[in-house]
Nanobody, 124 residues
Framework: QVQLVESGGGLVQAGGSLRLSCVVS????????MGWFRQAPGKEREFVAR????????YYADSVKGRFTISRDNAKNTVSLQMYSLKPEDTAVYYC?????????????????WGQGTQVTVSS
């Protein structure tokens, strides 16, 4: 069984930064592609960023490109999302997810396991 636990969310002013972390249990972490999604109230869950199992290829939603950075440490079973220049529209619950197969990693249905989410609130 694979379990994902996010942390690092909180309240920050616009222009500030946060770093989200996701710790994944299980010895096969290094074989999973990882992604971050977010869901704002009343909206569908949307793709934020993803990283391949080796960590060599990353991809971002246009809305966060240049402001967010996804990374992973396979030795620590951790994937992180560094967020800079936060905007009020970044306010959402952020979820990390793990995918055993690398199909279209921009869609939620490609992922096999999900964390419980961590709230990020950006005040104006």
């Amino acid at each position: 069984q694979v379990q994902l636990v996010e942390s690092g969310g909180g309240l920050v002013q616009a222009g500030g930064s946060l770093r989200l972390s996701c710790v994944v249990s299980g010895r096969t972490f290094s074989t999973y592609a990882m992604g971050w999604f977010r869901q704002a109230p009343g909206k569908e869950r949307e793709f934020v960023a993803r990283i391949t199992w080796r960590g060599t290829i990353t991809y971002y939603a246009d809305s966060v490109k240049g402001r967010f950075t996804i990374s992973r440490d396979n030795a620590k079973n951790t994937v992180s999302l560094q967020m800079y220049s936060l905007k009020p529209e970044d306010t959402a619950v952020y979820y990390c997810a793990a995918a055993s197969l690398s199909y279209d990693l921009t869609i939620a249905t490609s992922y096999d396991y999900w964390g419980q989410g961590t709230q990020v609130t950006v005040s104006s």
